[in-house]
């Protein structure tokens, strides 16, 4: 399979068309061509018997050669049976369980899924079982003892607070 067939000049110079155009570069990764002139990094690959598309990125913020390199990471990727679609999904989603953490800090709750948030929600659900002063009790002591203790362990060692 041929690689590396586009050079920069033939990008700079590529012109949009009435319809989507495709500009490859061989071994899954070429540049799609909107009508309104933008211009995405695709990568095409399969894993697991099906065929994927992931985008790079778009140019001339991504250059041909950083283009080049993320294939070549995706590329290792699927050689190794790993899918970059959902490695890129599970990075996303830890970054945005960081973000919501850190505003639950600043704003003074606790973060999710750490040993004091599911115990505030257990003693929740568990105060109509007893009398108001048993349950503000039961709370207070968990705030004094326990929650300065183990409150912002993970409840799963797969979950990062």
Known sequence: MAKELLKDVVIRNAKPTEKDQRLNDGEGLYLLIKPNGAKWWRFDYSI???RKTLSLGTYPAITLANARAKASEAR??????????????????AQKRVTENKKRLDAGL?????????CREWLASNAHTVRDITHQKKLRRFELYVFPAVGQLPISPDISP
């Open 48 to 50: 697991g018997g099906k």
């Open 76 to 93: 290792n990727s699927v050689a190794n049976g790993t899918d970059p679609s959902n490695t890129r999904k599970e990075n996303k989603a």
């Open 110 to 118: 606790p973060v999710i899924n750490s040993f004091e948030h599911v």
